[in-house]
């Protein structure tokens, strides 16, 4: 099956409400719908032909200190993942940082879950993006639903409003 994909702003019946707000600020974001049963990383990428190292994912962590709970995106690399515990926690300033439940994920984005993307969060969310990201032509991410999928460069992943290019990895 192949992709096609097209530019995200002609296509706002593929995109989460928050995400077709925030599309047309960056340059080049292009959608294609999918099959929903496929939006899982590894899953999507078997059966679309797209490398793991194509595909970034979103992970939403809830960062802890002092009884208040902040939120914050990371992006990185399906083939990498992100040091929640030290490297992200530690650039939140929290005590204890980890992956925010699912529902509570969903209901603060306003996305589906398995489509959660950088693209509409709350705009006091940090993104931190991995620089393997940042420095990618093209990756593959979210669109805030289950049935498509966004392509974008690194580099306007890097240029969201909130976002922090940094190392990721432990």
């Not at 530019?7 to 929903?36: C, H, K, N």
């Not at 802890?64 to 490297?87: F, P, W």
Request: overall charge negative; aromatic content about 4%; hydrophobic content about 45%.
């Amino acid at each position: 099956m192949t992709l096609d994909w097209v530019p995200a702003t002609e296509r706002s019946d593929l995109l989460a409400d928050p995400v077709a707000r925030a599309v047309g600020e960056i340059d080049g974001v292009r959608v294609t719908e999918i099959d929903p049963e496929l939006a899982d990383t590894a899953a999507f990428c078997e059966r679309y032909g797209v490398p793991l190292d194509a595909s970034a994912n979103c992970v939403v962590v809830a960062a802890k200190r002092g009884g208040e709970t902040r939120y914050a995106a990371c992006m990185v690399l399906a083939t990498m993942r992100a040091d929640v515990n030290g490297v992200v926690r530690r650039h939140l300033d929290a005590r204890k940082a980890s992956f925010a439940p699912m529902a509570q994920a969903v209901e603060l984005t306003g996305m589906e879950y398995g489509g959660i993307t950088p693209v509409g969060l709350p705009d006091d969310w940090p993104i931190l993006v991995d620089t393997a990201v940042a420095e990618h032509p093209e990756v593959i991410i979210g669109s805030g639903v289950r049935r498509s999928k966004l392509a974008l460069s690194g580099a306007a992943l890097a240029s969201l409003k909130s976002a922090y290019v940094m190392s990721l990895a432990n």
